[in-house]
């Protein structure tokens, strides 16, 4: 639409001068009208294009909002759960010891003859913190019991106090050589405790009674 108006007011001007004076040779225009319009064209375009790098863009630059700051999570104490302790006996048992002391009766490998009938005695002592009560058993644990029963104490031994512990046997008829039993102190409840004892015999050679010694 620009264009189409500078061209009119173009011809507008050339038909001015033509009536202004002059002959018709005079009047004639020299310069191409095509060239001219292209020319204004193209300096109008240049114009144009000058005002779009001088005028400040009207697109409007978006602000830059700072982002909210984000506040770090709370770091919650790790609590310590200290451990639960576990129920033991040994705060029980620990107080009750025996220790042996030595042999009364049928030295080891004391020869016996099938089915020989004997009484092995030991000599042991309360070497613990507490007394052991009434009740307490001392009771076959390994080997071969030869017919023995569990002894159980008829009375309390107090600390430090010795004791002899008599079992009585008999030589197994169907072993013959070196036979061997264990024996040990429990409470009543049956908590083994201390030292474990025993007795061995050979059986198959020549009988031998063994005479008790006492200190």
């Keep these: 639409m620009l264009k189409i108006k500078l061209i009119s007011i173009l011809s507008a001007g050339i038909f001015l001068l033509a009536a202004c004076g002059g002959s018709d040779a005079d009047l004639t225009p020299t310069v191409d009208p ?16 000058q005002t779009a790098f001088a005028a400040p863009s009207k697109t409007p630059v978006p602000t830059l909002t700072a982002s909210a700051t984000i506040a770090p999570f709370a770091t919650s104490a790790v609590s ?14 620990s107080c009750y010891s025996m220790a042996f002391v030595s042999d009364v009766t049928i030295p080891d490998n004391t020869a016996m003859t099938p089915g020989q009938a004997f009484t092995k005695t030991w000599k042991v002592v309360n070497n613990g913190s507490c007394a052991w009560d009434a009740g307490f058993k001392f009771a076959f644990t390994g080997g071969n019991a030869m017919s023995g029963v569990t002894y159980t104490l008829p009375s309390a031994v107090a600390v430090n106090a010795t004791v002899d512990i008599s079992v009585a046997m008999t030589a197994p008829t169907n072993q013959t050589g070196a036979v061997r039993s264990n024996w040990r102190m429990s409470t009543a409840g049956g908590q083994f405790f201390g030292d474990e004892v025993y007795v061995v015999v050979t059986v198959g050679g020549t009988a031998r009674t063994s005479t008790p010694s006492y200190p």
């Design 80 to 93: 310590t759960i200290p451990p639960v302790s576990q129920p033991t006996t040994a705060g029980t048992q």
């Design 34 to 49: 095509n060239a001219l319009s292209t020319q204004i064209v193209e300096t109008f375009s240049a114009n144009l294009t």
